[in-house]
């Protein structure tokens, strides 16, 4: 099955202690994003990838690393997590974006709930 | 600032009316326009998309217009099913980039 697989679902941690949110897709997909979730704020963008070694920032990359050395995977790290980055977060891939994105999008994956207390 | 608007949270229709969720946008240099649908626990998956160069374009239910002169988007279901109750998502691509709305939840009462 193509799918977007995050991992993990629900994850409550401590300020300051690193952590790394996997995401992994199966469709061969060039591109991948990471976005948030925040109530009345819709999603932002974190930090995207156009191909293996390719990262860029989206809108709100402040206290978050991302990498792509693999097509497949691509991690969001949180190197000291603070409570503001407590969200639902959402990884997602697209094929080949500049001809993909208008007609198919993004395929998410169904989403990590992070608690920073 | 939020490029992407859906000034409105919530919607509720009779199964079988027509639904219309609405989307406001203001950067003109968006390329492409899309919906995505979004049930609880699970991510948010395509629904229909419009490039910026046409003004209509149905799938099945669903169709989506775009009035490029008034910077406004809207997604049509007709009819409405019970299995259509879900969080709506407007999304406009520029360059690399995709700009979401903050959502509108739609729900169908049988």
């Known amino acids: 099955e193509a799918q977007v697989t995050q991992n993990p679902r629900y994850l409550i941690t401590v300020t300051g202690k690193k952590l790394t949110v996997t995401c992994s897709q199966n469709?061969?997909?060039?591109?991948m994003s990471w976005y948030r979730q925040d109530p009345g704020l819709g999603l932002r963008q974190i930090y995207y990838?156009?191909?293996?070694?390719?990262?860029d920032k989206g809108d709100v990359p402040e206290g978050y690393k991302v990498s792509r050395k693999e097509k497949r995977n691509f991690p969001l790290i949180l190197e000291s997590p603070s409570p503001n980055q407590t969200s639902l977060y959402f990884c997602?891939?697209?094929?080949?974006?500049?001809?993909?994105?208008?007609?198919?999008?993004?395929?998410f994956g169904s989403g990590t709930r992070l608690t920073v207390v | 600032d939020q490029q992407v608007k859906q000034n409105s949270p919530s919607l509720s229709v009779q199964e079988g009316r027509i639904s219309i969720l609405n989307c406001d946008y203001t950067?003109?240099?968006?390329?492409?326009f899309l919906w995505y649908k979004k049930y609880p626990a699970e991510g948010p998956t395509f629904l229909i998309s419009?490039?910026?160069?046409?003004d209509k374009n149905e799938d099945g239910r669903f169709t989506v217009f775009l009035n490029k002169s008034a910077k406004h988007l809207s997604l049509h279901i007709v009819p409405s099913q019970p299995g259509d109750s879900a969080v709506y998502f407007c999304?406009?691509?520029?360059?690399?980039?995709?700009?979401f709305g903050t959502g509108t939840s739609l729900t169908v009462i049988p």
């Open positions: 950067n003109s240099m968006f390329d492409y």
């Open positions: 469709m061969n997909h060039e591109y």
């Open positions: 999304a406009a691509s520029a360059g690399n980039q995709f700009y």
């Open positions: 997602a891939s697209s094929l080949i974006w500049t001809i993909s994105k208008g007609l198919y999008g993004y395929t």
């Open positions: 419009i490039s910026s160069i046409k």
């Open positions: 990838s156009m191909n293996v070694e390719v990262t």
